[in-house]
């Protein structure tokens, strides 16, 4: 085959070469070039010799060419295969509409004084615009256009399916969310109640975190992969490995987002990111460092109450201490006091981007 192809390459390009010099010996261009007028004998030599080079040239561009159409070819399949039938049918039907419309904008801007070549410029640029929104628009609406030629009876049971779903509670756990553990202590607590999934590509990522080169992130995959062993094993709550994955999609928050899009579940996570991402999909998302900042302590100036002062302040003077749940507490005055329990009793309270800071005296 690839013979056959080089061949008739090489005969296209043997026409081609023999086409062109006979147009440019015939209008006289050649002659101009060389400033020599050519006579009949010669003519067919150099229609010979420009046929030969020609076929030469396209006989050895011949690989090249295939290699191209085939990667082209390749890329293409790749991505239909990524489409839906439906994906396929409205990109046709937003194609036609897309050319019919840019067939009549055409007409008038024709009927325009204007040079001939902004005019086809014009038409060319809205022909691309309409064919990109048509197409786009036809394909992103899909759902809605899958509703219509749906039978009611279907679209009740469609509807009765997401409520159940919902009325699941399904609690999907991202990748941050597994790795930081705090959310172990969370179930156990009962606070979060419903059906706990674990998505297989989320599965997919800690393991190669776990079998990461850097001595850090296998640690860190290696403890998530511990706590899913003991949320699977501890807790009273079901869990479910969700094997539902979007190969068209290569991040996996996104996929995270669409699969609690399409299950009709909330995203447990801490990563700040993926919290933006799904609230504007309009995905429920519960962030385990929103709730860990809820939870802490609140305290008013005026308030005594007895801490560790464990450590020295930056400031002259000044003593650390911790609450339970984390909150620093900056004693003035209390360097004097550390490695002892002491009285003490807020003075003001600050809160800052990295979390709520407390002031206060020794009693």
């Not at 776990?210 to 699977?232: F, N, V």
Request: glycine share 6%.
């Amino acid at each position: 085959m690839k013979t056959a192809v080089k061949l008739l390459s090489a005969i296209i390009g043997i026409i081609i070469g023999y086409q062109t010099s006979y147009f440019l010996i015939e209008n006289g261009i050649l002659t101009k070039l060389i400033n020599r007028t050519i006579t009949s004998p010669y003519d067919y030599i150099i229609s010979s010799v420009f046929a030969a080079i020609c076929g030469l040239i396209l006989l050895f561009l011949t690989p090249y060419i295939i290699d191209t159409i085939n990667k082209i070819s390749k890329n293409l399949l790749k991505k239909l295969r990524s489409y839906s039938v439906w994906d396929l049918v409205l990109g046709i039907v937003g194609l036609t509409v897309a050319l019919v419309i840019g067939v009549l904008l055409s007409i008038p801007i024709n009927n325009l004084s204007i040079p001939d070549i902004l005019k086809n410029v014009i038409i060319i640029l809205i022909y691309i615009v309409l064919i990109y929104v048509l197409v786009s628009l036809a394909t992103l609406k899909r759902s809605e256009f899958q509703n219509i030629f749906k039978p009611a009876t279907e679209r009740d049971k469609e509807k009765e399916s997401k409520k159940s779903k919902h009325d699941l509670k399904l609690k999907i756990l991202d990748t941050s969310a597994i790795i930081d553990g705090r959310i172990l202590d969370i179930f156990k607590s009962g606070f979060i109640e419903g059906v706990i999934v674990i998505p297989e590509f989320v599965l997919s990522e800690l393991r190669h975190v776990a079998d990461s080169s850097d001595d850090l992130k296998r640690q860190r995959g290696r403890r998530g992969l511990d706590i899913l062993g003991r949320i699977q094993t501890e807790l009273s709550l079901e869990v479910r490995v969700v094997d539902k994955d979007y190969p068209q999609i290569d991040e996996v928050d996104v996929k995270l987002v669409k699969l609690a899009f399409d299950m009709g579940g909330k995203i447990i996570t801490n990563d700040f990111n993926l919290n933006k991402i799904a609230q504007f999909q309009g995905v429920s998302v519960l962030n385990v460092n929103e709730l860990a900042n809820a939870v802490k302590t609140i305290l008013l100036p005026g308030e005594e109450m007895e801490i560790m002062i464990i450590k020295e302040g930056k400031e002259n003077n000044q003593g650390i201490g911790y609450l339970d749940d984390g909150t620093m507490i900056v004693v003035q005055g209390g360097k004097k006091y550390i490695g002892e329990n002491k009285a003490i009793m807020v003075t003001s309270v600050l809160q800052t981007a990295a979390g709520r800071m407390v002031f206060a005296k020794p009693r």
